[in-house]
């Protein structure tokens, strides 16, 4: 059975005043015993969406961890790519990133249009995703690889025109990415500039290490919380940062309700 269409269901919650929580799990860092270990915490820690991918993926382990997290898991499983190469039919949809922050055709376009016939063929359902790198204190394999200058940390102007012109083009998700192993999260300041500048759901992600910075990106105006590499260092992670999600939602569906 084809899921409920995933923008929908990010609309839906924005709508409503609802966070979400994705946990970025990339293949070449992550084991078949790491994932089962994460498998067993969702059960009692929930997470809203799986996002698997990465800048490189050197390893052949992307397919057999898309297909354990759908034999063990209802989560929504979400392709995170960085080429063409990375693309694989089991998963549930894919973030198709256009990395907005860059002047490099390559990731804006280029490999998009190598995609494209896979994408056609495939049933993924595709969300077009502006994707925003942003310096957070050293340079990133997303922005070597991409060979792009990532976004000035304190220059929430330029985030919030960047943001808002995807919006225009027609992106239906704005991403706004410190990066993995980031030194500090994307300031409070950036998300509500761009919180601000457009209507579209708002993904953040990057150096959140920690229940405060999860909490503080989600006052800030994040419709979903990212959350990767502290995974993987502490699985234990996992439950802070969901119960901050949760009581977040508690409160939104509580305020819904009085004012109903």
Known sequence: MRLTS?????????????????VLLDPDNLDEAGCRRLLELSETHPIDYFFVGGSL??????????????EHSAVPVLLFPSHSLHLDPQADGILLLSLISGR???????QHVIAAPLLRQSNLQ?????????????????????GTTPLPYDKPSIAACTAMAGEQLGLRLIYLDGGSGAMYPVSTTMIRAV???????????????TADKAQAALEAGADVIVVGNQIEKTPEFL????????????????????SS
Not at 57 to 70: C, D, E, F, N, S
Not at 104 to 110: D, S, T, Y
Not at 201 to 209: A, E, F, K, Q, S
């Open 6 to 22: 995933l923008y929908d269901g990010l609309s839906k919650r924005r709508t409503h005043g609802r966070k979400a929580l994705a």
């Open 57 to 70: 993926v050197m390893t052949t382990h992307q397919a057999a961890l898309i297909r354990l997290l759908k």
């Open 104 to 110: 490099n055709p390559e990731f804006l376009i280029g």
């Open 126 to 146: 595709i969300l077009p995703t502006g994707y925003m790198l942003v310096d957070t204190g050293r340079q990133t394999t997303a922005s070597y690889v991409s």
């Open 195 to 209: 919180r601000q500048a457009i209507e579209v759901p708002l993904v953040v992600g990057g150096g959140i290490n």
């Open 239 to 258: 439950g802070d940062v969901s119960r901050v999600v949760q009581a977040f939602n508690t409160v939104s569906d509580a305020v819904a309700h009085k």
